[in-house]
């Protein structure tokens, strides 16, 4: 199907375990990042991807990596959770406009 | 971090009444956008505004950037049902190293009741 997709929509993992946020796009956007959304914050970007190979951190990047090897992927790992990485999780997309499109985001909890 | 400060953070009304979001910084952007977010999806773009003072209007929606590019209204005039969800506004810096790199508000939760 056309468009950007998520997966797991819903995960629910242990303290300390390894987790990866699947991200999917089939517009071949060359822009590509992620974003956490919890209460009171609004969205914030973790890491954003201008091209394949090549990757950046956002505004709040601790315990998160991203790769990008294929410009439709852009997975992201979290190499050891932490009950602060409980959150909503949202992929987004972009070509060399302003405008972005997200993803149906991903649910997280960490116990 | 540019910060984006959204008011008010939650707003109820009945339909037919008029409603209006504010979005406010101490910096200037290039652009600012505007999402609607609906529970348990993304946010989807609504407008752009560009250009200092420019006013645009979406049916019953009208968009405001303000003529410093500081701060930004969205008015909904005749609320629906429809209208329910999460109002985001992001600003788009100016720093050419921050291409893409949006400032989202922390949002406008309205509800609109029938």
């Known amino acids: 199907d056309a468009g950007i997709t998520q997966s797991p929509r819903y995960k629910i993992t242990e303290t300390g375990r390894q987790v990866t946020l699947m991200c999917h796009q089939t517009w071949s956007h060359s822009y590509m990042f992620w974003y956490r959304q919890d209460l009171g914050h609004g969205l914030r970007l973790i890491y954003y991807?201008?091209?394949?190979?090549?990757?950046d951190k956002g505004e709040v990047p601790d315990g998160y990596v991203v790769s990008r090897s294929k410009t439709e992927n852009f997975p992201l790992t979290l190499e050891s959770a932490t009950r602060s990485q409980t959150s909503v999780y949202f992929c987004a997309s972009s070509d060399l406009t302003d405008e972005q499109f997200f993803g149906p985001g991903t649910r997280l909890t960490v116990l | 971090t540019q910060l984006l400060e959204q008011s008010p953070q939650f707003l109820s009304i009945q339909e037919g009444e008029n409603l209006t979001v504010y979005c406010n910084s101490s910096?200037?952007?290039?652009?600012l956008q505007w999402y609607r977010q609906e529970p348990g999806e993304g946010p989807v773009l609504l407008v752009t505004v560009v250009t200092g003072g420019e006013v645009k209007k979406l049916k019953r929606l009208t968009f405001q950037f303000g003529d410093a590019r500081k701060d930004s209204s969205l008015h909904i005039t005749a609320a629906q049902p429809g209208d329910t969800g999460l109002y985001l506004c992001?600003?788009?810096?100016?720093?050419?190293?921050?291409?893409?790199?949006?400032?989202f508000g922390s949002g406008t939760q309205v509800v609109v009741t029938p």
């Open positions: 910096s200037v952007f290039s652009s």
């Open positions: 991807s201008a091209a394949a190979d090549i990757t």
């Open positions: 992001a600003g788009a810096p100016y720093a050419t190293d921050s291409w893409g790199k949006l400032q």
